[in-house]
């Protein structure tokens, strides 16, 4: 049974702060790896991927994969309040994506 | 460029009715992917369809079924409904099967 884990939360950040989210995954085959935000209500969206180990940056959004230990984290700098929602890990290999349970960020203003 | 479509967005039924969740693909995209998320829960992959023919099935039985269209767009069957099918349903759509998935609003369904 392939896995990916995440602490549930809820993670409670300070506005301006950095938000640091974690995700550990079962299958070494696994070969891509995405996080979604998910509002509440709604659907998932896409908002970083990375398929290389070390880290990837997109605007406030910095992803890191290390594949040896089998964990990606998702870190959001200049945290705010419209960044409150649920960060889904999502994992892919030889099957359609695998996702977490999702951690829930909040942003304290 | 259209965006993935669901409807209906909202629908509620009782238990042992039969349910079909339609989806419009995304122009371009000939793959289409069901999830199911439970409250509380990260989606769970139900089954893809790539040009018309299953391409994968995730741990749901047999009475979840569906269908992809020649233009691309799918459907999900369930029959026999239980009070546990009440979960957000999911459609994705991607160009390949291995593409990246762009998701829909889904569909809130609720037995009784």
């Known amino acids: 049974q392939k896995e990916v884990e995440q602490n549930s939360g809820p993670l409670s950040v300070p506005e301006g702060a950095i938000a640091s989210l974690n995700c550990t995954y079962s299958?070494?085959?696994?070969?891509?790896f995405f996080w979604y935000r998910q509002y509440s209500g709604k659907s998932p969206e896409l908002i970083m991927f990375?398929?290389?180990?070390g880290d990837k940056e997109d605007g406030r959004f910095t992803a890191q994969l290390n594949k040896a230990s089998q964990y990606v984290s998702l870190l959001i700098r200049d945290s705010q309040p419209s960044d409150s929602a649920t960060y889904l890990c999502?994992?892919?290999?030889?099957?359609?994506?695998?996702f977490g349970k999702g951690t829930r960020l909040s942003v304290i203003a | 460029e259209t965006g993935v479509t669901q409807s209906p967005t909202h629908l509620i039924k009782t238990r042992g009715q039969q349910v079909t969740l339609r989806c419009s693909s995304q122009?371009?995209?000939?793959?289409v992917s069901w999830y199911q998320q439970a409250l509380g829960q990260g989606p769970q992959f139900i089954f893809q369809?790539?040009?018309?023919?299953?391409?994968g099935r995730g741990n749901f039985p047999p009475r979840f079924s569906g269908l992809q269209f020649p233009n691309y767009s799918s459907e999900l069957n369930v029959n026999a409904l239980e009070l546990d099918d009440s979960a957000l349903y999911l459609c994705?759509?991607?160009?390949?099967?291995?593409?990246?998935?762009?998701f829909g609003p889904g569909t809130r369904l609720t037995v009784l």
């Open positions: 994705a759509s991607s160009l390949d099967p291995d593409g990246e998935q762009f």
């Open positions: 299958d070494r085959g696994s070969q891509s």
């Open positions: 990375i398929y290389s180990n």
């Open positions: 999502a994992v892919w290999g030889n099957t359609p994506l695998v």
């Open positions: 122009s371009g995209h000939n793959t």
């Open positions: 369809y790539y040009r018309e023919e299953e391409n």
